[in-house]
Nanobody, 126 residues
Framework: EVQLSESGGGTVQAGGSLRLSCTASGFTYSRYCLGWFRQAPGKEREGVATIYSTTSGTVYADSVKGRFTVSRDNAKNTLFLQIDNLTPEDSAMYYC???????????????????WGQGTQVTVSS
């Protein structure tokens, strides 16, 4: 069974940091576009970052550039999202997702992702 499982969420104070993890089972990350998304109550889901598993090419949403860092460890089938200088506006459910693509140019947040995790909650207090 194909599964993505996020962890690392929690409640932190503004200005703090979190590192989210996403581990895959049932498939390997090779030649996959991997992404992090977030959705706050009453808001649309936002793609915040993607990384192509083969080349490590990354794409970030403008709203998170400079504070979010996406990385992956293919050997451990794990995707990471480092979030620094958190603000209350970062509070949301964070999801990881994956889709098989043939090239890094097809790896970006607006791509149609086919595999999704259950999410991990991030809450930032002011």
């Amino acid at each position: 069974e194909v599964q993505l499982s996020e962890s690392g969420g929690g409640t932190v104070q503004a200005g703090g940091s979190l590192r989210l993890s996403c581990t895959a089972s049932g498939f390997t990350y090779s030649r996959y576009c991997l992404g992090w998304f977030r959705q706050a109550p009453g808001k649309e889901r936002e793609g915040v970052a993607t990384i192509y598993s083969t080349t490590s090419g990354t794409v970030y949403a403008d709203s998170v550039k400079g504070r979010f860092t996406v990385s992956r460890d293919n050997a451990k089938n794990t995707l990471f999202l480092q979030i620094d200088n958190l603000t209350p506006e970062d509070s949301a459910m964070y999801y990881c997702a994956a889709v098989f693509v043939s090239s890094s140019i097809l790896c970006y947040p607006r791509q149609t992702f086919t595999k999704w995790g259950q999410g991990t909650q991030v809450t930032v207090s002011s």
